[in-house]
């Protein structure tokens, strides 16, 4: 028997174009005293990662396409990462030989890097209503005479899409025309690009530009409501204030949720105008009738996925605004001071309401993903016997 | 501990009025607020915040009692008490709480589809309706000064300095009595002087009173200021059944509150100190516990400035105060004085533009239920202020004013109601809709590793392949986990739960911070944060019928609830399973027989406090046998505690621990940690019961673990405590070294205190870490904002922090003499990732300490902390850490310490620390003179140079230049310009006053001016002065050396690398050494070195061999055949490049076609044998396979003979290149030809090499380089060279020499030359007749041509059009991928337009947008 564990230390979650590395450790179990003890082969190993698509088969109408089944016997020598995998395939990247003819020894153990970059142009995981994007980084080994045995370890992609190219040795400030500096050059560009994918979020979602809304209805104002930035990223918390003070028609109860919508391209859809799905995240519910002002803070949960776009599947955030108004814009009642008599007021029992909806579009980004790990429903770890 | 978010809310009266409430009194649970303005009473309903009722008085009444001025409910909430001005007391009956009405109920329109906002609006949602109705006034004759509710009394002060006791029923004449203060006997403690007042009281009242019940008496401040407790010897409150203590030395006393739970009574004073009082047992004598002040440090500007504290708002669980002052503001503290928030400084005191703000002054506050608001009436003065801001920014839409009342949000710490074992290890923050906790913790990756044994790698645990070379991956990851990030995972409450059941009462979270119980009002709820989902009661009716009284904690996957079942009316133990449904059907329900207080687990057992005083120990046992698992629950034992616990109600937390090796019952009393020691002679049975030991006064927190672990014995078995004020405590068991005498020592342990900056939450044991969370502020303001809330206070974050205490135990012990624990305790913390910086910190604090010390001290501690670093190996690079972040005036007593610094920089060089050597250098210069610093700076910059250390080297040489110009002027410049390239480690350098006068230069060649090397030097150093000419020419004489040296050894790469990184002439060097080092006296040796170097596989010879490739098959022929693809590949790219010189027209493919069938078999049969060769390289080959696009095009070209590995099955790959149409054998007899070129990097640094020979003339060199890379031009170009007449003679003869050499160990050992040494043939003839005619031509057939006549036959063939064939092939390749970058090319200018940065203004009006509700 060997075992076989695959383990990302940097954690399970990764942006497109960052570098992913993984280890990738062969173990004998058998200990050097075990009367039974013997070596152990393996013919080879490769490892590639590669990103599996699945539609519901009710939303979305995919194009039929020809049908390559997995064709090859279990003796081939062939990797095909997503066999047995639902969906399909949308992206890979070259496999990589880990090793050819591994020999074990009881009690010997090899590790074996694996590293490649994320391919930048992939979607990111989704788990959506409709559709899902699921990748993983499938590991292959086979013994010899025996049928390829695959280990996956499931990761997370957050993309940021605007992201710059992956840069090229010109967009560097010095340009290492040596051939014999490219070597340091090569490890610190793969940083780097996370590095401007960091700076390039926290240069979008830190500024604050504050916008201001009159939330009316037919019947008058109600409140006025100021977000102060509407590009986020996740794990952050969106925050807005309501002033109801200025309003002219009081306000029972308001609630804001945070919301995605997943809408499939006109193309793919099921059916004509189907409806966009949407999905809640988070809400926070306040009454507010003798309120003047007051805010929230919803959490943009961390493992939920920033918005994008692929030719299948557009996913946008919003935040939904519900209002519970009063029907008659009453009057506050005074107080008149000096009153001969004794004067009780006690609060109507019945208010005639009407309720509204608002929709505010924002906008969410990737962040950290070292932070995202920490949350992720991955391990980042996986293992096998073979 | 509490923690303030977000922005006060404000609520506004709806009732229009000029008056301003100024008096704020909660009901007993806090659900209804009574507020109170000149002649208004008000109720507030807390969730919603609604206005109840109003009760205005009519001008008659107003005028004869005068306006209202304070409040107090009794305790059931049916009646309210108001004192007015003129001495009355008015009592409202409070009347239709009980009823089901409602108010502010919605009516939604009928017929109109609309959905429901919250399904359960109409109950929860709305306030009850309530009415007020006036009883008779009471006339009390003289202004009342304080009221204060009892259960069935209401008692009242007088400024006539008579005490009233009034019944709330029976008001009037039966149930009032008065006592006057004079009579009250006060001492200064109970026992002396019982007889007779012995302070004159005449014409002095009460000011302020409360009634503490734990303490069963009142503290009273007195109107001249003296504070006093006032208690009575009987139940009943007689006058002559009163006894009085004092405040010694106190006489500015203005208000008073006091807690509970904690038996504490804190006095505000004029001064604007709060003086925290407790009751000394013994002697009754009231004792200082600690203050709360504002410290000069934190509040400089206001310490002194916040005029006498105006009120005092303990918690409603009392583990913070709220303290306001005259001049307004708000401050917290924990309640043994750790201080927490106050709005007097910084961002709530400044706005963003630096200007004051006016603090906030208060008229009256009270918290709100549970403690997650705080309900603030802003003073007038400043509410107008508010109100004027409003009316310049917009115009105001109601000209009358109206009430505003600020609520505070805040979210507390699950410990402070609920302190069980595994909140200990989490932080888990609860608010009044979320929970905070903290994600990523170490903790988390232990215990789930636990649970789950291959689910989890700890980071730390990385094989060594992972560690170096870069520093930044997983080691400073993993600490940058621990120490730097500040974020919390916030889960929302579900709201179904939370509407119902609001407020949240307790929070617990699980071991492993999966899971999370919260109990509110009634029933609970749990999520899971694996799923993601809240799990709540099926059937409402359960829900509803419990409510948790004990607390929650998780068993494993169990939740532990103690609570109340309303239907059977008696208190319970159950317990119900995670993974089922949340059900009473699934529930193990223990019948309890009194009030459970607390609870908590261990290991497998439940620890109940109940409310007659004692303990119950249960044991838990999970059943599988169901069809979902169950627990069952047993006794194990009742203790009672009476006779140690005055009060039920002051127990603060019950724990079972493992402490002191045996099993032992924490248990938190007020002020103290009382330790029950319990053998464990029997543990499953009777426990024998022990006396209680006082531990530590004034605890707010203990952590202890039930996790063991052999190597850390010292952390985990220790009893953490935080004190408040005065830091954390550890309770450290001290161990026998060697296991020597055990008995001695076993129950030996060591209190030691230690202060941290933080408020600690969780202590994670193995971690040595403590674990806390900060408020934070943002300011919002000029924003463009008009909300004036926004501008006026910062928008408030919880941060979460971490702090390393471990060097403050550390140090404590070696004070102690206990230099052995220290040691044992350091070791097994040695593999932690801050473990460097602990010793780091050791060093640093004993050192300020010491040497900044006034008096001289007599047993100085530097020198045992010094030996006991060099314990560690990191010792050198401690001390040197040390003092680079120290004052140099302080480095005479550290080095006096730890020994001279030129023998630590010896020692580093030993070990080969060049980092920390470097670092000691910087010590050296400014503790050495310059001659000795150069000695040592050019002892490290050799060994750099040696290890290539290439980012050292540049600052050495920076750092001699430095030294040298140092001589000269003086006080060096200051840095003008920034490094380019800053790498870490060396900042130093930078911020430290060396003279950088010269790095830009330095630094330039080495990365700007490459293209230089190209050119002969330009005279870059003829340009600097005498002085750097010296020093230049020093450091050029060395580089020179090490140029030499490489050079001799034949180690081309790393000459290159050093030139490269260095900016070496490399050229102009060269020409200087044509004749001398430059030479080759090797030829065969030296391509065999650069073979090596550059990973460079020698050249195969296609033998004809017989094995056949389809007889072969099997795994082993397909991953050959992927090796070679990876090489091949990427010599693809380069084909154009090995073309250019002839650059023939890829138009060959009928003649290719030929080939193709022609050398099939032997192609394929190559490629076998190629392969075998290749397994030497092949991780190098791996780590370059790059470009999938050049993956797929040599895919296709080895799938034919075996299936496919890569392309089939595989929609995406679209095989491009299937239009060659190639012939499976062509192309395999193209990638065996490749394969026999090295990687391409290697490639492109030998061209590089070939052309800095070719500038500098180095024929020879160029000649070698012209062979490995089978370049048959450059050989042809060399060898016409050598007719120069230039050329030293000596020169031609070592080509020829070398080229016979080499022809003849390649006819020896390495066939795979011949083809080439064939077809530059020509040439050598050549070279032979123009030289000498010594040579035999025949010396340059194919040697193996006897031996192998028809293989050879075939290759000579195949040789010679080999290489055309390559070409031929490439080509087309090569224009199919035209991303792919010209290898050939070195010198590419570096692209000097960069796209210009986009500035998107997004002009993003600050300007109203009109919104319509749809």
């Known amino acids: ?386 | 501990m509490y923690f303030l978010t977000g922005w006060p809310r404000r609520l506004l009266c709806p009732l229009r009025s000029a008056e301003e409430p100024f008096h704020i009194q909660p009901s007993s649970q806090r659900f209804y607020f009574a507020l109170l303005s000149e002649t208004q009473l008000s109720i507030w309903f807390s969730r919603p915040s609604v206005l109840i009722v109003s009760y205005i008085e009519s001008v008659k009444a107003a005028a004869q009692f005068g306006f209202y001025q304070k409040a107090e409910w009794k305790p059931d909430d049916s009646m309210v008490a108001v004192a007015t001005a003129k001495g009355y007391i008015l009592l409202f009956d409070v009347l239709g709480g009980r009823d089901e009405k409602y108010l502010y109920e919605p009516v939604y329109p009928k017929g109109s589809p609309r959905v429901k906002v919250t399904p359960g609006y109409k109950e929860e949602q709305c306030a009850p309706a309530l009415s007020l109705e006036m009883k008779k006034p009471v006339d009390l004759e003289a202004p009342i000064t304080s009221l204060q509710s009892l259960q069935e009394d209401l008692l009242v002060c007088t400024a006539d300095g008579y005490l009233h006791v009034l019944h709330w029923d029976g008001l009037g004449s039966n149930g009032r009595k008065a006592i006057c203060l004079t009579t009250i006997p006060f001492s200064l403690d109970l026992q002396s002087a019982r007889g007779g007042p012995s302070l004159d009281l005449e014409g002095v009242h009460i000011r302020c009173m409360e009634y503490c019940v734990t303490l069963d008496g009142f503290a009273v401040v007195l109107s001249d200021g003296r504070l006093g407790f006032i208690t009575p010897l009987s139940n009943t409150i007689t006058a002559d059944q009163l006894q009085g203590v004092w405040a010694a030395d106190v006489c500015d006393g203005t208000c008073v509150a006091v807690n509970n739970k904690y038996r504490l009574m804190a006095f505000g004073c004029a001064s604007g100190s709060v003086l925290v009082y407790m009751i000394d047992t013994t002697t009754g004598s009231m004792q200082l516990s600690h203050r709360l002040e504002l410290t000069p440090k934190h509040y400089p500007d206001i310490y002194n400035k916040t005029g006498p504290v105006k009120l005092i708002c303990w918690s409603p669980d009392y583990s913070v105060v709220m303290v306001t002052w005259e001049c307004g503001g708000l401050s917290l503290w924990s309640v043994f004085g750790a201080h927490l928030i106050c709005t007097l400084g910084e961002d709530f005191a400044y706005q963003s533009d630096g200007t004051k703000k006016d603090p906030l002054k208060i008229s009256s506050m009270s918290w709100g239920a549970e403690g997650y608001h705080l309900w603030v009436l802003p003073y007038r003065q400043e509410r107008r202020r508010q109100e004027e801001q409003d009316v310049e920014m917009v115009s105001p839409p109601h000209p009358s004013l109206q009430a505003g009342i600020l609520q505070f949000h805040f979210i507390k710490s699950a410990l402070t109601v609920n302190p069980c074992t595994s909140n200990q290890e989490q932080v888990l923050l609860h608010g009044e809709d979320r929970l905070y906790l903290t994600c990523g913790d170490p903790t988390q990756i232990h215990s789930a590793s636990d649970a789950h044994p291959h689910t989890h790698l700890h980071p730390r645990d990385s094989s060594p392949l992972h560690q170096p070379p870069n520093p930044d991956s997983p080691l400073s990851q993993g600490l940058s986990t621990l120490l730097g990030h500040k974020h919390w995972q916030v889960v929302q409450i579900h709201s179904t739960y939370l509407e119902s059941n609001w407020p949240i009462r307790f929070a617990a979270i699980d071991s492993a911070g999966q899971c999370i119980a919260v109990a509110g009002r009634r029933g609970f709820a749990h999520y899971s944060l694996f799923t993601r989902k809240w799990k709540l009661f099926g059937n409402i009716t359960q829900e509803q019928n419990m409510t948790v009284t004990g607390g929650l904690a998780w068993w494993s996957d169990f939740v532990v609830v103690a609570c109340y079942n309303f239907t059977d009316q008696q208190e319970q133990l159950r317990l119900y399973q995670r993974s089922s449904n949340l059900d009473n059907a699934f529930a193990s329900v223990t019948k309890l027989h009194s009030d459970t207080l607390l609870l908590n687990v261990f290991r497998n057992m439940i620890i109940l406090f109940r409310a007659d005083c004692s303990i119950c120990l249960y044991s838990i046992e999970r059943r599988n046998d169901g069809p979902c698992p169950s627990a069952s629950v047993e006794l194990l034992q009742e203790v009672s505690m009476s006779r140690y616990i005055p009060h039920p109600a002051l127990v603060v937390s019950v724990t079972l621990t493992s402490v002191r090796t045996e099993t032992g019952i924490t248990l938190k009393a007020p002020q103290q940690v009382a330790h029950h020691v319990e053998s464990d002679a029997c543990r499953q049975q009777e426990l024998p019961f022990c006396p209680p030991v006082v531990l530590a006064q004034c605890v707010e927190n203990v952590w202890t673990t039930c996790r063991s672990n052999k190597k850390k014995r010292h952390l985990l078995e220790a009893l953490w405590l935080s004190c408040g004020e005065a830091g954390m405590k550890v309770w450290l068991p001290l161990f026998p070294r060697d296991h020597r005498k055990p008995h001695s020592f076993l129950s030996r342990r060591i209190m030691l205190p230690f202060h941290i900056n933080i408020y600690p939450l969780a202590v994670l044991f193995e971690d040595a870490l403590v674990l806390g969370a900060t408020n934070e502020t943002v300011l919002y303001d000029g924003q463009g904002s008009s909300e004036p809330l926004e501008a006026l206070f910062p928008y408030c974050t919880v941060e979460r922090t971490s702090q390393i205490y471990l060097h403050h135990i550390l140090r404590q012990l070696l004070v102690r003499n206990l230099g052995e624990q220290a040691l044992m305790l350091a070791q097994s913390c040695a593999s932690l990732p801050y473990f460097p910086h602990v010793l780091e910190l050791m060093v640093h604090v004993v050192l300020e300490e010491e040497a900044t010390s006034r008096e001289p001290i007599p047993d100085p501690l530097l020198p045992t902390v010094a030996k006991f670093i060099t314990e560690f190996p990191l010792f050198l690079q401690t001390i040197v850490h040390c003092a680079r972040k120290t004052e140099y005036a302080l480095w005479n007593y550290l080095f006096a310490a730890v020994g001279n610094p030129k023998d630590l920089f010896e020692e580093c060089l030993m070990a080969q620390d060049l980092d920390t050597a470097a670092s000691y250098l910087i010590i050296l210069q400014n503790m050495e003179v310059p001659a000795v610093s150069r000695q040592h700076a050019t002892l490290l910059f050799n060994t750099a140079l040696e290890q290539g250390k290439w980012d050292l080297c540049r600052h050495m040489i920076r750092f001699l230049k430095a030294i040298g110009s140092g001589e000269m002027e003086s006080p060096p410049t200051t840095p003008s310009t920034q490094e380019p390239s800053s790498t870490g480690g060396f900042e130093f350098f930078r911020n430290r006053s060396i003279s950088l006068s010269q790095s830009a230069d330095s630094i330039a060649t080495g990365k700007f001016n490459l293209q230089k090397t190209f050119s002969m030097p330009t005279g870059a150093s003829a340009k600097g002065r005498d002085v750097e000419c010296a020093e230049n020419m020093y450091i050029d004489m060395m580089l020179w050396r090490h140029a030499r040296h490489l050079l001799e050894q034949v180690r081309l790469r790393d000459l290159g690398c050093f030139s490269a990184q260095l900016g070496f002439e490399l050229i102009g060097w060269l020409c200087r050494e044509r004749n001398r080092v430059a030479r080759v006296d090797d030829f065969v040796s030296a391509l065999k070195k650069l073979h090596k170097d550059f990973l460079w596989p020698f050249p195969v010879i296609p033998v004809g061999s017989l094995n056949s490739p389809l007889k072969n098959g099997g795994c082993r022929t397909v991953l050959s055949s992927q090796l070679l693809k990876s090489q091949s590949a990427d010599s693809l790219l380069n084909s154009d490049m090995d073309t250019a010189p002839t650059s023939t027209a890829p138009t060959n493919h009928t003649w290719m076609d030929g080939l193709g069938q022609r050398s099939k078999d032997m192609d394929t049969a190559s490629s076998v044998h190629s392969s075998q060769h290749s397994p030497q390289t092949q991780d190098a080959f791996l780590s370059l396979l790059t470009n999938k696009v050049e993956e797929y095009s040599i895919g296709s070209a080895t799938d034919l003979t075996e299936t496919s590995s890569v392309v089939d099955g595989d929609w995406t790959m679209v095989d491009e290149n299937s239009t060659l149409s190639l012939s499976q054998a062509e192309l395999e007899h193209i990638s065996m030809e490749l394969a026999n070129k090295g990687p391409h990097k290697s490639q492109v640094q030998l061209r590089y090499l070939l052309h800095v020979f070719m500038e500098a003339g180095c024929l020879e060199w160029c000649v070698v380089i012209g062979l490995i890379l089978r370049d048959a031009n450059v050989i042809k170009q060399m060898i016409s060279f050598l007719d120069n007449p230039e050329v030293p003679p000596e020169t031609v003869q070592s080509v020829r020499n070398g080229l016979l050499a080499v022809d003849a160990w390649a006819s020896a050992d390495c066939l795979g030359y011949k083809p080439f040494l064939n077809l530059i043939q020509p040439q050598l003839q050549q070279l032979m007749e123009s030289t000498s005619e010594q040579v035999q031509p025949e010396a340059f057939q194919p040697a193996s041509q006897a031996s192998k006549l028809s293989a050879s036959e075939g290759l000579g063939g195949a040789a010679v059009p080999r290489v055309e064939d390559t070409r031929g092939v490439a080509a087309p390749l090569g224009l199919a991928l035209p991303s792919l970058e010209p290898a050939g090319a070195f010198p590419r200018p570096p692209s000097e337009d960069s796209p210009p940065e986009q500035t998107e203004e997004q002009a993003e009006e600050e300007g109203t947008y009109d919104c319509t509700l749809s």
């Not at chain 1, 290492?176 to 390039?200: K, Q, T, V, Y």
């Not at chain 1, 809408?263 to 059916?271: A, N």
């Open chain 1, 1 to 386: 028997m060997i075992e076989v564990v695959a383990s990302m230390a940097r954690g399970p979650v990764f942006l497109a174009g960052e570098l992913m590395e993984c280890l990738i450790t062969f173990t004998n179990p058998m200990s050097h005293l075990s009367t039974s003890a013997s070596s152990e082969m393996l013919a080879w190993a490769s490892a590639q990662i590669h990103c599996q698509f699945h539609a519901s088969e009710n939303r979305v109408a995919l194009p039929a396409r020809g049908n390559k089944q997995d064709v090859q016997a279990d003796s081939d020598t062939v990797l095909i990462p997503s066999r047995g995998e639902r969906g399909q395939c949308v992206l890979d990247t070259p496999p990589k030989i880990l090793f050819c003819d591994l020999r074990l020894d009881p009690g010997e153990s090899k590790t074996f890097p694996y590293s490649e970059v994320v391919p930048i142009d992939g979607p990111p995981s989704f788990r959506g209503q409709a559709v899902k994007y699921v990748y993983k980084l499938t590991i292959g080994c086979q013994r010899v005479n025996s049928p390829i045995k695959l280990l996956r370890v499931p990761f997370r992609v957050l993309v940021l899409q605007g992201m710059p190219e992956p840069p090229f040795p010109q967009d560097e400030e010095v340009s290492p025309s040596n051939p014999f500096l490219e070597e340091e050059e090569a490890s610190r560009r793969d940083a780097r690009a996370l590095e401007r994918a960091l700076d390039m979020l926290m240069v979008t979602t830190s500024r604050r530009c504050p916008h201001m809304f009159n939330i009316t209805n037919m019947r008058g104002k109600v409140a006025k409501f100021c977000i102060f930035k509407t590009v986020y990223r996740l794990g952050e918390d969106i925050v807005g204030t309501f002033n109801f003070s200025e309003g002219d028609i009081p306000c029972l109860q308001y609630s804001v949720s945070l919301q995605s919508e997943e809408e499939i391209q006109e193309q793919y859809q099921r059916r004509p105008g189907q409806a966009i799905s949407v999905t809640g995240h988070g809400r926070h519910l306040e009454s507010c009738l003798h309120t003047a002002s007051s805010h929230f803070s919803l959490p943009i949960p961390l493992n939920v996925t920033p918005g994008f776009s692929t030719d299948t599947v557009t996913l946008r955030w919003r935040l939904h605004f519900e209002f519970v108004t009063a029907r008659d814009p009453t009057e506050p009642p005074t107080v008149l001071q000096n009153q001969s008599e004794v004067t009780v007021w006690a609060g109507a029992e019945h208010v005639d309401v009407d309720t509204f909806s608002w929709n505010l579009p924002i906008k969410v980004l990737p962040t950290n993903p070292a932070l995202a790990s920490y949350v992720s429903q991955f391990t980042g770890t996986n293992s096998i016997s073979i």
